[in-house]
Structures are given as C-alpha cells and as structure tokens.
C-alpha cells in the first residue's frame, strides 16, 4: 500500500533550521512528483514544494526561497526539506504528498486537489 510518513518537526528558535523528511512506501520515486504543504493556526493549506520524478525540477513558494530546500533520496524512498533561517510565520504542520499518476514533474504548484496520498504532518514550531 502507499504511504507517506513524515518525521523531523519540533520546536526551533528563529533564524534556526530543521530538516524534514517525508518516508514513501508501496511506489516509485522515479514517477511521482511530491509536495510538502503546511498549515498554520486559522490557515489553509498551502503548497511549499514541489519535487519532480527522476530528472526532475523543483519549485518553491515565494515566501520559503532561500530559504528551504528540498531533496531526493531514491535508495531511501524519501523526500527531505532543509528548511533554514525559520521565521515564526513559518509555524505550522508540514504534510507531504504524492501528486496523482501522470504528474511526474513539476510544471507548478499543484493544489490540494491533484494529490492522492497524504502524510499525517509534522509539527513545526518556530518561536523564541
């Protein structure tokens, strides 16, 4: 079965940094675009990244460029976001997710609609 399992959230002070990773199961990272999103408090949902199959491009929203990065690691079945110089807006809990068959690259952002499979989230608190 498909899985996707996030880990690494936790409590950081601004201008800190943390990585999280986003644990597959059950498919091919070869064919698959993966997002991360997150949720703040009284927020939707927005998209934070998209990463491409094999060959792939990555795209970033405005607001985390520069900041985070994100990254494959095909033996491992698992998509990693460094996420550095962390501002209290960047609170929130992070979710990845497999974009839907036939989207292996990243043309943009896709929305919360064109992904199939979810993780439960990881916390991310960024506060002094």
């Known amino acids: 079965q498909v899985q996707l399992v996030e880990s690494g959230g936790g409590l950081v002070q601004p201008g800190g940094s943390l990585r999280l990773s986003c644990t597959t199961s059950?498919?091919?990272?070869?064919?698959?675009?993966i997002g991360w999103f997150r949720q703040a408090p009284g927020k939707e949902r927005e998209a934070v990244s998209c990463?491409?199959?094999?060959?792939?491009?990555?795209i970033y929203t405005e607001s985390v460029k520069g900041r985070f990065t994100v990254s494959r690691d095909d033996a491992k079945n698992t998509v990693s976001l460094l996420m550095n110089s962390l501002k209290p807006e960047d609170t929130g809990v992070y979710f990845c997710?497999?974009?839907?068959?036939?989207?292996?690259?990243?043309?943009?952002?896709?929305?919360?609609?064109?992904?199939?499979?979810w993780g439960r989230g990881t916390q991310v608190t960024v506060s002094s």
């Open positions: 059950g498919f091919s990272l070869d064919y698959y675009a």
């Open positions: 990463i491409a199959g094999i060959n792939g491009n990555k």
């Open positions: 997710a497999r974009v839907s068959e036939g989207y292996a690259r990243c043309s943009r952002l896709y929305p919360l609609t064109d992904y199939d499979y």
